[in-house]
């Protein structure tokens, strides 16, 4: 098989781009630097099989590709969310996704499938409803951002998957990886009054995940990539801090994250409590659907050293 990827150096891109090439897949990057992205998998074996390039530019169609999957994006809570970051989250996604799909329409024999990246900020907050993939879209910067987003992708004439994405979990990197200098400080805490649910999906299962949808050509339109056990803020609390010995009876509330935070506070205290349905239907089996047994896997019986 022969794959495009934007995204393919970030934290889940790396870790597909291994898993296809001990496939033995042919893989090209889309990458700003195409020597240091080839740099990351130099020690990988059948690094052979992978090239980069710099722009789509050097593409007039993608007739030799076999599929097409789509993670570039400026980091969405990095920065606050002044008019120019907006500006910079909203082109970073949809001008690559109109390119890839304009790349694709205009190939004689185009890829089979295009998978491209949403967030689970498509959604509203929902409390303690179950959210499927049917429900309708939020109303706010994120919700309105993931439809755009998923709008362009779905431009494109083949089976379109379109990734709803939780918060991955890994010690490698993303949200946990920053947070547990702080736990294993004792400083961890929940967030607001802790009751909103985190939906959460492990690196490994988010890898899978892709990889089955990229070879099941039954699956098409939305999917939650998401563990279907989502667990509130002060549950992930107290799992996490148990689980690294440490104490975690910080509270930071609503009122100074939104101080601190500004709009971005929505995506730490809104509740979306997602339910991958289409995904458990076609047949997709977890590693890790419990936080706890994730937390144990990955850490152990002894306290993280980070």
């Excluded at 959604?123 to 951002?145: K, M, P, V, W």
């Excluded at 089976?159 to 918060?167: A, E, H, K, S, W």
């Excluded at 607001?192 to 949808?213: H, K, R, S, T, Y």
């Amino acid at each position: 098989m022969r794959i495009l990827t934007t995204g393919g150096t970030g934290l889940i891109g790396c870790e597909l781009v291994k898993c296809w090439l001990d496939q033995q897949y042919q893989v090209t990057l889309l990458s700003r630097s195409a020597h240091k992205a080839l740099a990351l998998f130099q020690s990988h074996r059948f690094s052979d099989r992978l090239s980069a390039v710099e722009n789509l530019s050097v593409f007039s169609d993608l007739n030799d590709f076999d599929a097409v999957i789509n993670l570039a994006g400026e980091p969405i809570f990095d920065k606050p969310w002044t008019a120019q970051q907006k500006d910079r989250l909203w082109q970073s996604r949809l001008k690559m996704t109109e390119k890839l799909t304009a790349l694709i329409n205009a190939s004689q024999t185009p890829p089979t499938c295009f998978l491209s990246g949403s967030a689970y900020g498509y959604y509203a907050d929902s409390g303690e409803q179950r959210i499927n993939e049917q429900q309708s879209a939020g109303q706010g910067f994120t919700a309105q951002l993931c439809q755009q987003w998923e709008n362009a992708a779905q431009q494109a004439n083949i089976r379109v998957c379109l990734l709803r994405t939780g918060m991955v979990f890994s010690p490698k990197g993303g949200a946990l990886a920053k947070i547990l200098p702080l736990y294993r400080c004792g400083l961890g805490g929940k967030l607001g009054d802790g009751n909103q649910f985190m939906p959460w999906i492990a690196l490994e299962d988010m890898v899978n995940a892709i990889d089955f949808l990229l070879h099941n050509s039954a699956c098409q339109g939305a999917f939650n990539l998401c563990s279907p056990q989502p667990v509130q803020n002060k549950q992930f609390n107290q799992l996490l801090a148990k689980q690294l010995r440490r104490p975690a009876w910080a509270r930071v509330p609503a009122f100074l994250l939104r101080i601190l935070l500004g709009e971005r506070a929505s995506l730490v205290l809104e509740s979306q409590r997602l339910y991958p349905e289409k995904l458990l239907k076609q047949g997709f089996s977890f590693q890790y659907a419990e936080l706890s047994n994730y937390l144990r896997a990955t850490f152990g019986k002894s306290p993280i050293n980070v």
